[in-house]
């Protein structure tokens, strides 16, 4: 280390600076994940980054001496509720705007899913003290995929036992079939009851990279939001994961607490964002989107839509496509 003083002027000049740490970052990061990737001339079966593979992070998750008991039994399960405790909390935020003050107040919110989705979804309904009763399971089609005329009766029946309706989540590429629920149905259902849309697109949401396959994505765009991980089919190491809505302002409208201690730099609606923690539940995290941004360069566009029709013709040729 040198005592060499690093000159700059903050707020003046962040975005040059940016700029300029992602093109000194950019060599050493492509090195990097080179040397971690087996597929590579570069490989070395000792390089640091083959320590970041998800099975060495679970081992340091898992590790007696390194957390507590919690989080250390159950690791990814903490993840996974955690997204679903963000979106729920959008949800009710965006839709009940007291709820940030008053908490539910005496409301009984429900929420509706297929039996096929994820069971982050109902973990989540528990976290946030709208309890798994909250929660109506509508029945599938042979297909896996969402029956629509059961989510009409559910919804119905739900109001009859005196609950809100609040938030129907719709998988894109459900755990167990890959199924992708009908999303254009859904979103008139959604509209026709005041529902949040949600699409859990946490594994197939990333066959948006695919032109054979993005198609199955059709009405995604109706959805009030999209949860996607670039860390299943794309392959980027955990956890790389994201929650979508249309816009980077709703985040600071259901969530920001007045903080002004750290955040800061946001007057008025047309200044941007950087303080983007202030419009999540947390408060200091990893950047996935760094991830995420250096995986397409490494990979390119071209590479994530391989990677995804490869995935597609593996299931072609175990069963049905
Ligand atoms: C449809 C679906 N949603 C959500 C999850 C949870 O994903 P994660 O905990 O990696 O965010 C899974 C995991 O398999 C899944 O298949």
Same mark, same amino acid.
């Given at each position: 280390?040198?005592n060499?003083t690093?000159e700059?002027?903050?707020e003046s000049?962040?975005t040059e600076?940016l700029?300029s %740490? ?7 990061? %492509? ?7 087996p ?6 079966e000792?390089?640091?980054g083959?320590?970041?593979?998800p099975?060495?992070l679970?081992?340091e998750?898992?590790d007696d001496a390194? %957390?507590?008991?919690g989080?250390?039994?159950h690791p990814?399960?903490v993840?996974?509720v955690i997204?679903?405790?963000?979106e729920?909390s959008?949800?009710?935020?965006m839709?009940?705007p007291d ?6 107040n ?8 297929s039996?096929h989705c994820?069971?982050s979804?109902?973990?989540?309904a528990i976290l946030l003290?709208l ?7 509508v ?11 059961s989510?009409?009766?559910a ?8 609950y ?14 890959g ?5 254009e149905?859904?979103?008139?259902v959604a509209k026709?009851h005041?529902l949040?849309f ?6 197939g949401?990333?066959v ?6 993005s198609?199955?994505?059709?009405g995604s ?8 991980n ?11 994961s994201?929650? %979508? ?15 002004p201690y750290?955040f800061h730099?946001r007057e008025?609606?047309?200044e941007e964002n950087?303080?983007l ?11 996935d989107?760094f991830k995420f941004y ?9 590479g994530?839509?391989k990677r995804v029709?490869?995935?597609?013709d593996?299931?072609?040729s175990?069963?049905k496509?």
């Amino acid at each position: 280390m040198t005592n060499e003083t690093i000159e700059c002027d903050l707020e003046s000049y962040r975005t040059e600076e940016l700029e300029s %740490l992602l093109k000194q970052l950019q060599p050493r990061i %492509l090195d990097y994940i080179s040397k971690a990737d087996p597929s590579r001339d570069e490989y070395q079966e000792d390089s640091l980054g083959r320590y970041h593979s998800p099975q060495f992070l679970k081992k340091e998750f898992t590790d007696d001496a390194k %957390l507590q008991s919690g989080i250390r039994k159950h690791p990814q399960e903490v993840f996974e509720v955690i997204d679903k405790v963000l979106e729920y909390s959008m949800a009710r935020a965006m839709k009940y705007p007291d709820t940030k003050i008053e908490g539910n107040n005496g409301r009984r919110f429900a929420i509706y899913s297929s039996k096929h989705c994820h069971y982050s979804v109902e973990k989540a309904a528990i976290l946030l003290g709208l309890g798994s009763g909250s929660l109506f399971k509508v029945d599938i089609l042979e297909d896996g995929t969402m029956d629509v005329a059961s989510l009409k009766q559910a919804i119905k029946k739900s109001k009859l036992e005196g609950y809100i309706p609040l938030y129907v989540n719709a998988t894109a590429g459900t755990t167990v079939f890959g199924s992708y629920d009908p999303f254009e149905e859904i979103a008139a259902v959604a509209k026709e009851h005041d529902l949040w849309f949600h699409i859990d697109g946490s594994w197939g949401g990333n066959v948006i990279f695919s032109p054979t396959h993005s198609a199955k994505l059709k009405g995604s765009e109706l959805a009030d939001s999209i949860t996607v991980n670039p860390h299943k089919m794309l392959g980027v190491p955990t956890t790389c994961s994201f929650l %979508l809505v249309p816009h980077v302002v709703d985040f600071q409208n259901a969530m920001s607490l007045s903080a002004p201690y750290l955040f800061h730099g946001r007057e008025n609606e047309l200044e941007e964002n950087f303080d983007l923690a202030d419009g999540t539940m947390g408060c200091g995290r990893r950047a996935d989107s760094f991830k995420f941004y250096m995986a397409w360069i490494y990979f390119g566009q071209n590479g994530f839509a391989k990677r995804v029709d490869h995935a597609f013709d593996i299931a072609k040729s175990v069963g049905k496509p």
